[in-house]
């Protein structure tokens, strides 16, 4: 049975949030009184399912369930997991968690505040020890991050489940240990949002130039190595001490305004305003939205080949999925492996997906069949793998940007040192490729093939013998050329 989490507020970050959960298998529960609330969550949901399957290599979970609540008692009834997103006014924040608590008492309520204290969200409530913040960042449904701050009322072990609840939806809980207004990364970026405020005021940059500055520069870096090791690095070979050497006494020069603060009126207001619109107005903000997904995927999928950084998260919830998923059974049809979702860059000049990336999708689909019999990265480092020496490939269809593929394996044949599959990759259910494959098992070191060990024969001639039963495909055998 599916669990629930009851999303309280329904903006975009609530939004992101629902999605979160509902696309990695939970059912979920919104409230919100504003009527347009199915809507522009409904959105938020279809830029997420659009998005967050690309970041994974394994099959994604059966999407959950989705209900918007009359009432917030309707929303949390029942719900394994609780996460607030209203508007930032403690007095509101306040009144929710009494009502949650009237029907939920004991139920995690995580807040997405950026700026209270959980101290403060927990005044005058019921139960405070189940209240804490659980603050994200947009979008919800793709970064990571999630700052979780208890306070000394908290319960300890309901934090530690919490957050691996997040981690669960492939989340990155960062424990904060101290409460502090803004917790930590809203402070430093409320330092560098000031500080930009003041160069737009003074005539020295416009919007646009300082958001060149960040992505063409420092930004790139901070994205995968945070600002720390960036400047370790930047201390050359005598590290980080070298580095506060050089560049510590300019911490005495007035280099930065950040202990004054811009008067904020509207001339101020009115300014970076239109210096915004100049720079991207002749963009709506779902299409910014979708710019922004598909650029995020590109870095943490960079990432996540390299186990480096927000990529290493990726990787880990990878891992944990498909340690709790039950194993693809033999017997009922051609076993599904993969399910991926078509991106940008494998689209051709006519924008279908190119046919490199069908090759791909077939050998994300073949190594999670590797991966099941036993035949996975820890394997090939004791000097044995499988290569695949022979492939023929079909176009039955067309696939495009945004489509969602699966890929099945159907095995046609297995001994000791062959394996000879059939893989399908569809879309609505449907064949847009084909891919025949020869695999054999090699001895790496020898160079040559060698028998498969026992341990794998184990799993996979039960899989052969199943599929034995099956109708062979048509198109298997075919040679190039010939009739369908």
Not at 398 to 420: C, P, S, Y
Not at 470 to 476: F, H, I, T
Request: charged residues 25%.
């Amino acid at each position: 049975m599916a669990r629930k989490a009851a999303i309280i507020g329904g903006g975009v970050i609530g939004g992101g949030w629902a999605a979160r959960f509902l696309l990695n298998g939970w059912d979920v529960a919104v409230f919100d009184p504003d009527p347009e609330a199915p809507r522009k969550v409904g959105e938020v949901i279809g830029n997420a399912r659009k998005a967050l399957p690309a970041l994974s290599d394994g099959p994604m979970p059966a999407e959950g369930g989705l209900t918007f609540a009359g009432t917030i008692t309707e929303a949390v009834e029942g719900a394994d997991y609780i996460q607030e997103s209203v508007s930032e006014r403690l007095d509101l924040k306040h009144r929710v968690f009494a009502q949650i608590q009237q029907v939920a008492p004991d139920t995690p309520i995580g807040s997405s505040t950026s700026g209270f204290k959980p101290s403060e969200l927990q005044q005058n409530a019921a139960n405070p020890a189940t209240i804490f913040v659980a603050h994200p960042f947009n979008p919800v449904y793709l970064l990571p991050l999630a700052e979780v701050v208890p306070s000394p009322k908290s319960d300890p072990a309901l934090i530690e489940a919490a957050k691996e609840t997040l981690r669960e939806i492939g989340m990155f809980p960062l424990h904060v240990r101290k409460e502090i207004d803004a917790h930590i990364a809203d402070r430093f970026l409320e330092a560098v949002w000031r500080e930009a405020l003041w160069l737009v005021k003074d005539g020295i940059a416009t919007t646009e130039e300082i958001d060149e500055a960040i992505r063409m520069g420092f930004g790139l870096r901070w994205g995968q190595m945070g600002l720390f090791e960036t400047y370790r690095v930047a201390g050359g070979e005598a590290g980080m001490k070298h580095f506060m050497a050089q560049f510590g006494p300019c911490l005495t020069w007035p280099w930065t305004k950040l202990m004054d603060v811009p008067e904020f009126n509207d001339e101020l207001v009115d300014l970076i305003a239109g210096q915004s619109d100049a720079q991207s107005g002749h963009h709506t903000i779902r299409e910014l939205e979708r710019i922004r997904d598909q650029n995020l995927i590109g870095f943490l999928r960079v990432l996540k080949e390299r186990n480096w950084g927000a990529g290493k998260v990726l990787l880990d919830h990878d891992a944990r999925r498909r340690a709790a998923m039950p194993a693809p059974v033999a017997g009922e049809g051609p076993m599904e492996m993969a399910r991926l979702t078509v991106l940008p860059g494998w689209i051709d000049y006519n924008g279908h997906m190119t046919e490199s990336r069908y090759l791909f999708a077939a050998s994300e689909t073949s190594d999670a069949f590797l991966r099941h019999i036993g035949a996975d990265v820890a394997y090939v480092g004791t000097g044995f793998s499988y290569y695949t020496a022979e492939t023929h490939i079909m176009h039955l269809g067309e696939a495009k940007l945004g489509d969602a593929l699966t890929g099945t394996v159907q095995v046609l044949h297995a001994d000791e040192k062959r394996l000879h599959i059939f893989i399908r990759i569809l879309k609505d259910g449907q064949p847009v490729a084909t891919l025949e494959q020869m695999l054999l098992h090699v001895d790496m070191a020898a160079g040559k093939t060698c028998a498969a060990p026992q341990a794998i024969l184990d799993r996979l001639l039960p899989v052969a013998s199943a599929h034995a039963a099956l109708p062979r495909p048509e198109a298997a055998g075919r040679a190039v050329g010939q009739r369908k």
